[in-house]
T-cell receptor
Framework: DTAVSQTPKYLVTQMGNDKSIKCEQN?????MYWYKQDSKKFLKIMFS???????INETVPNRFSPKSPDKAHLNLHINSLELGDSAVYFC?????????????FGPGTRLLVL | AQSVTQPDIHITVSEGASLELRCNYSYGATPYLFWYVQSPGQGLQLLLKYFSGDTLVQGIKGFEAEFKRSQSSFNLRKPSVHWSDAAEYFCAVGAQGGSEKLVFGKGTKLTVNP
């Protein structure tokens, strides 16, 4: 059974479109995250939710909107996609908040904006 | 806020040789330290972590790391590298009670020559 899953795995779209990425975890964790990995492999946190409550919101354009319908799901919606949004987006989860809990990562969603 | 530096962007070793990947962190109190590995096209997998106690920690796949407070380091080692160890390695630092996020280094790419 996959612990942290993301859909879709690949996403190719045109500039200006709106797209969503979904994440689900079956580990019983209470905290979930979205990370962005750029072309140089640099990994940066975007958002974190604990028990459906937003606890980390880094300096991310407001075109990005996370949504957590329950503890096991964290989705990411992106409006008006730009070329610079092309990256790999990773979902992760942990028990407890991110400073100390081991985070488990999904396989990533590779987004290409044309 | 915590920070982490991985001084080596790319390391090449021969199969069977020993390996040491460097990681230096910056944090005022006791950090929570992690090493993750990312194989090509995959998500991140936890190799090992240090929270407290014995400063030499053992991880999966034959890896170990040593926490040295005096040097603010948490270097990853393996006595004999296998071709399947070729991947990107990330050191990360978290903190208790401070910023509730994990901060990643920029990664070290490991190439293994036959």
């Amino acid at each position: 059974d996959t612990a942290v899953s993301q859909t879709p795995k690949y996403l190719v779209t045109q500039m200006g479109n709106d797209k969503s990425i979904k994440c689900e975890q079956n580990l019983g964790h209470d905290t979930m995250y979205w990370y962005k990995q750029d072309s140089k492999k640099f990994l940066k946190i975007m958002f974190s939710y604990n028990n459906k409550e937003l606890i980390i919101n880094e300096t991310v354009p407001n075109r990005f909107s996370p949504k957590s319908p329950d503890k096991a799901h964290l989705n990411l919606h992106i409006n008006s996609l730009e070329l610079g949004d092309s990256a790999v987006y990773f979902c992760a989860s942990s028990l407890g908040t991110g400073g100390t809990g081991t985070q488990y990562f999904g396989p990533g969603t590779r987004l290409l904006v044309l | 806020a915590q920070s982490v530096t991985q001084p080596d962007i790319h390391i090449t070793v021969s199969e069977g040789a020993s390996l040491e990947l460097r990681c230096n962190y910056s944090y005022g109190a006791t950090p929570y330290l992690f090493w993750y590995v990312q194989s090509p096209g995959q998500g991140l997998q936890l190799l090992l972590k240090y929270f407290s106690g014995d400063t030499l920690v053992q991880g999966i796949k034959g890896f170990e790391a040593e926490f040295k407070r005096s040097q603010s380091s948490f270097n990853l080692r393996k006595p004999s590298v296998h071709w399947s160890d070729a991947a990107e390695y990330f050191c990360a630092v978290g903190a208790q009670g401070g910023s509730e996020k994990l901060v990643f280094g920029k990664g070290t790419k490991l190439t293994v020559n036959p």
